[in-house]
């Protein structure tokens, strides 16, 4: 397996706070690798240092082959990056946008051609190719943004949170594109607080305060879980909720429609048991039974979050 | 020559931005345009039809042809007659009149004899412009041919270069330099720091686009339209106001040149300092304000405390402005003001190597 991006204790401190504080990372090629994680747990600050945006405090860091920050220059031809926020000219056309994009690169002319045609083609921007930037919908923007990215075929491209502006049909579009493109051998870093884009990463890293709480391919990860999920239905959840109350072992409660999620440590002998005994002591009939973990139950389990502070569930 | 056509290609993307903000174009050319005709028109250092009054206690036919005189003059507008010292006062006092002539009851035995003064004139000391308009007064013939002697040096100062003593003729070329400063400062230290506040620079630097092809891109639009209104002003002046250029063209130009490129770089400092437009915006006035005020476009560089004098000299205008004086009026050319032109060409190099260090690829 060969390896596009290597660190190892990456840190970075803006004034007392460490934003990330020291993580290791080896990112596979032509793979998806995911970084998801809640807001400020790190993702932006750690995807600025691999493409030389801002200067590590601590650590050190390979990508494709190259050392940065020091040979920062050269990656930049090989590397390509989608900043969260809509970063193309919001008063220069669609076309524009690229053919200037296509400049700085400094493609010549006949590759500018072919490459603005073949992007607009593929990332279904012919009917807006003469609107302004400014006007356009998320999901248009990103697909823009997306085609501007990858007009020098870079091998790396780096999206921080590409999606966070787009409806859920067009962030399934997109989604399809990043597969396209690892088709055709790049390797894509992306960040994202949406559990269903999180599950469509090769490989992932959960993010939390700045350190790496987990890391593998997600089914993994939910197979690997420390922790028990439990689900109580058929009930009154006000005494439910006050019983599990008195249960200290329990790490979370999320509740989900009809049903809630319960996690425990997986050190707990029979957490079934335990549940089924604390809700009779309240009389809260119900049923309890033992589930697979999710996604979202690791994220839950890993990073600090407790009680009912679940993180946003994309549809 | 891939950097060059890098730098081609934010240049030319800067201009299809520039020509899309429709009013920013229009302050390219409103920005002259409206100053010149403010300054040139309603800015008037010549005092003209002043209203004055006279106190006659002579009452001879001297007398009454100084008076006829003084009247056929554009200095004072129209002149009142006060039967009694007191209502001359009273006449200045309720602003009536702004000046006084006072002609003294002997005024025949006081030419004659030469030591006292035949005719005093009042002027109203608020208003600071008037003296000229007396000492204009002193100086007229009139006098000359009742037999005084008027003072000889103040005749002098009055035609030494502006014989005609129109503002315009001062004003034009001081201004060429205050638009510069306010639209070449403003222009690039807002246009830099917009991209960054709108995230563009983010995403320009994660490219191989360096910092001095991005810099140079984005002020080379400048250069050209800090050319268009340096011509604007001239023409207008030379139509409106008839201020002909006495020097070369070309010298005129270069000087514009090195001015200009000056300006730029001391927005392109302000653009690494700032984070929004708004904070750029506000550095760019306090740089802009002391330009104004203390470059000698306002008051004569002379009259400055020795202070002013030193942070003066720091300020491009100052050179820019004698440059310029220097080959619209005096006929001078650039090769004559090798001090001047020195002095810009530093500040321009300081201000370059200081941008350039602060300015990195990076965000932090």
Known sequence: MSVAITARDLARRFGAKWAVAGIDLDVPRAQIYGFLGPNGSGKSTTIRMLCGLLVPTRGTVTVLGHSVPRESEVLRRKLGYMTQRFSLWDDLTVLENLEFMCRVYGLDRTARRERIADRVRRYDLEAISKQRAGTLSGGQRQRLALGAATLHEPELLLLDEPTSAVDPQSRRDFWENLFALVARGTTILVSTHYMDEAERCHRLAILDSGRVAAEGEPKQLARDIDAAVIEISDADFESVRRALARVPQVRSIAQLGNHLRVLLPRAVGDPVGLLRSALAAENAGAKVERVGASLEDVFVAMTRLRGEVAPERAA | MMWLDRLLAVAAKEVRQLSRDRITMGLIVGIPTIQLLLFGYAINFDVRGVSAAVLDQSQTSLSRRLVGDLGATQLLGKIRQARTDRE???????????????????????????NRAALQILVDGSQPALE????????????????????????????????????????VPALCGVILTMTMVIFTASAIVRERERGNLELLIATPVSSAELMAGKLLPYVAIGLIQTTLIITLGYFLFGVPVEGRLLDLYLGALLFIAASLSLGLLISTIAKTQFQAMQMSIVTMLPSILMSGFMFPFEG???????????????HFNEIIRGIVLRGAALSDMRPEVAKLGTFLAVMLVVSTLRFRKRLD
């Open chain 2, 132 to 171: 000229n308009v007396a000492a204009g007064l002193a100086a007229m013939p009139l006098l000359r041919r009742a037999g005084a002697q008027p003072s000889p040096r103040v005749v002098e100062i009055q035609v030494a270069y502006n014989p005609e003593k129109r503002t315009a003729v001062q004003i």
């Open chain 2, 304 to 318: 400055m405390p020795k202070a002013a004098q030193w942070i003066a000299q720091v300020l491009p205008l100052t």
């Open chain 2, 88 to 114: 001359l006062r009273e006449l200045m006092q309720r602003g009536e009149a702004n000046i006084a002539i006072v002609i003294a009851p002997d005024l025949e035995r006081r030419i004659a004899d030469g």
